[in-house]
């Protein structure tokens, strides 16, 4: 079983930055992408950004695009997400998520395991 632990939120003013990381379980991390989604209160989960198994690809939510960066580190099992000029309308549940296969997606559905989430509040 697999399971993914996220940390790193916390309350922050707008234009601060902060750092989330996922930590996964398991021995095959490197073979799958993974995502990053957010989800606000009353609001559907949405993505947020994406990474091929190496790490040599991505893909940002156009809201993100210039701001976020994704990461891995593939010996340590963990993805970032580097958020910076963080604006008040970031502020949502994140989640990391791991797909079944190395490519990137940009649904939920397309994912197979979820971590519990981290809240971030980015207060103006």
């Known amino acids: 079983q697999v399971q993914l632990v996220e940390s790193g939120g916390g309350l922050v003013q707008a234009g601060g930055s902060l750092r989330l990381s996922c930590a996964a379980s398991g021995r095959t991390f490197s073979s799958y992408a993974m995502g990053w989604f957010r989800q606000a209160p009353g609001k559907e989960r949405d993505f947020v950004a994406s990474i091929t198994r190496s790490g040599a690809s991505t893909r940002y939510a156009d809201s993100v695009k210039g701001r976020f960066t994704i990461s891995r580190d593939n010996p340590k099992n963990t993805v970032y997400l580097q958020m910076n000029s963080l604006k008040p309308e970031d502020t949502a549940v994140y989640y990391c998520?791991?797909?079944?296969?190395?490519?990137?997606?940009?649904?939920?559905?397309?994912?197979?395991?979820w971590g519990q989430g981290t809240q971030v509040t980015v207060s103006s």
């Open positions: 998520a791991r797909r079944a296969v190395s490519t990137m997606a940009t649904e939920p559905r397309e994912y197979e395991y």
